[in-house]
């Protein structure tokens, strides 16, 4: 069975044997897209034996606060590789830096463009994510040392990268992912816009694929989706640093 060692690794944490499972990458390969699609429930992968479907761990929460009883419910999937993420980002020493930044000028900009955008490139919505995915892709030119990455070990190091791939925080049915738009430096607004619909719709689906969900070297959340104003973001390794944008409010 062709996959890699850490999809390998991955099957052995939870005891799935890989030559059970239908890739679906080249040639039949495994990917860790399927066998998070197997964990979460989300998909039927066809054994040499039988079929065999799980329970989404989103849906048995659910359904377990649905119950006036209490119950255990068993972290699976995404759920279960995000608490071992977070484990692991904790060892990792933050410095939160927070400021306020008046977007009037983006804010027009943004007006201005909005018909233009609708009516030649079908974009029905021109959110302020694209803006400043950009502008950190821009500022990342002059401080490339926010797009590096640890190397650790008996030797440890920065590795600068010459692209620029920016996770983006995503809440979905099936709990947070992070996809990543790759090469943002090369991108224009109306790309990263486009990019960010067409992952925003996988990610509703369940059907990101590994190459989706892997690679960042940067990542940026946005809790102003549902009214937060300030937040300690947590560095993913072997990241070097986070963002995070609040709501946009209008001061006196």
Not at 23 to 44: E, M, Q, S, W
Not at 66 to 91: D, F, I
Not at 188 to 204: H, P, V, W
Not at 223 to 234: A, L
Request: hydrophobic share 40%; with cysteine.
């Amino acid at each position: 069975v062709m996959a890699t060692p850490a999809v390998r690794r991955l099957g052995m944490e939870h005891g799935i044997d890989l030559n059970h499972i239908r890739g679906t990458g080249p040639k039949g390969r495994v990917l860790k897209a399927d066998l998070l699609k197997l964990l979460d429930g989300n998909d039927r992968f066809q054994t040499s034996a039988d079929t065999t479907t799980t329970t989404s761990s989103s849906s048995v929460m659910s359904k377990a606060f649905e119950s006036s009883t209490s119950k255990e419910v068993p972290l699976r999937g995404y759920n279960r590789l995000m608490v071992k993420a977070m484990t692991a980002s904790l060892q990792i020493p933050h410095m939160c830096y927070s400021d306020e930044v008046n977007m009037n000028a983006l804010r027009k900009t943004r007006e201005e463009l909005l018909p233009l955008v609708q009516a030649k490139h079908g974009i029905a919505k021109l959110s302020y994510l694209p803006f400043c995915l950009k502008a950190a892709s821009l500022a990342m030119k002059d401080y490339p040392v926010v797009n590096a990455s640890f190397k650790d070990g008996d030797n440890p190091a920065l590795l600068y990268h010459a692209d620029h791939n920016i996770g983006v925080a995503m809440d979905t049915p099936r709990g947070l992912v992070v996809p990543v738009i790759h090469r943002c430096q090369e991108l224009s607004i109306l790309d990263i816009c486009n990019e960010l619909i067409r992952l925003q719709t996988l990610a509703k689906e369940g059907n990101l694929a590994e190459a989706y969900i892997s690679g960042a070297t940067f990542s940026l959340s946005n809790i102003g989706v549902i009214g937060g104003t300030y937040m300690s973001p947590i560095v993913t390794p072997p990241q070097v640093a986070i963002g995070a944008m609040g709501r946009m409010q209008r001061l006196p």
